[in-house]
């Protein structure tokens, strides 16, 4: 694969990288994505049936058996080339914020630190009454069954159902964490835009400030991406592969 110089440069002197990040970074370690015409979950399933306060309080059983089958599915997987060049990244430049949509622990388990989740975790789960966090018991991977039914379990601190860590429709993002993803997208030079289809907000808004904060916006994607103009680059392919390469044409070769 080849890249353009003048982007390799810009990778290379880049003071502070942002890389924000969305399910296709996943989809090589066999996690669908939500929007992939036919594997995509939100063709397979309701999101208004699964991913919403309302849901929860209407069918807590199945809205916690889908979680707990997501959480199982995640945990049997590993991460994949494009997780790892990420936390390798990180140690090639002086800066590295990574801001994640993802819900898996995968970042971390490749070695990232101190990454921004967005939409929360499928591995923080916590009290649906008083916001407990719950720690969930270490069990090993089960098969994934995405229709079982399960009881969520309940709050040891105020017996209420305790909840997925997840960010649902309608609900606000973690102030602090968007906060922070805000101010490192209008300080960073270069924002990796990785298997995200940008389309959710406002998590969609860190690559618009990084682009409107004057920095360069590189998307890694297998799909054609709309560009605005000359600081937008779209690299094509999927991020397991182009990742690793872009890393080594930029500080190997
Ligand atoms: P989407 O499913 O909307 O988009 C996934 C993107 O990844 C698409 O643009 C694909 O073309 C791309 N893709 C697929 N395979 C890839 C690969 N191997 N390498 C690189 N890219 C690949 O997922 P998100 O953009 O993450 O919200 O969705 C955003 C939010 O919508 C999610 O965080 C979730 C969902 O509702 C919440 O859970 C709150």
């Excluded at 397979?44 to 306060?53: E, G, H, I, K």
Aim: charged residues 20%; glycine residues 8%.
């Amino acid at each position: 694969m080849q890249f353009d110089q003048t982007l390799l440069t810009r990778l290379r002197e880049a003071r502070h990288v942002v890389v924000f990040t969305g399910a296709g970074v996943s989809a090589e370690s066999g996690i669908a994505t939500f929007r992939d015409a036919l594997s995509g979950l939100w063709s397979r399933f309701d999101p208004m049936q699964l991913a919403t306060p309302e849901a929860f309080e209407d069918d807590p059983e199945l809205v916690w058996g889908w979680y707990e089958a997501r959480r199982m599915q995640v945990l049997g997987t590993s991460p994949n080339p494009g997780h790892s060049a990420i936390a390798e990244l990180a140690k090639r430049v002086p800066r590295l914020t990574l801001v994640t949509q993802n819900v898996d622990d995968l970042h971390e388990r490749a070695g990232s630190v101190d990454v921004l989740h967005l939409h929360g975790s499928l591995h923080q789960p916590r009290c649906s009454l008083c916001a407990e966090p719950f720690r969930m018991s270490a069990e090993p991977p089960t098969e994934p069954a995405e229709g079982r039914r399960l009881a969520p379990p309940r709050c040891e601190h105020c017996g209420a159902k305790v909840r997925p860590g997840v960010v649902w429709f309608g609900e606000s993002l973690p102030f602090d964490t968007l906060e922070a993803a805000f101010s490192a997208a209008a300080d960073c030079d270069l924002l990796l835009s990785v298997g995200t289809s940008g389309v959710v907000y406002p998590a969609a808004q860190v690559p618009e400030i990084a682009l409107s904060s004057g920095a360069t916006v590189v998307h890694i994607n297998p799909q054609p991406q709309a560009l605005g103009g000359g600081n937008e680059w779209l690299l094509t392919g999927a991020a397991g592969k182009v990742l690793p390469l872009l890393l080594q044409a930029a500080f190997d070769e």
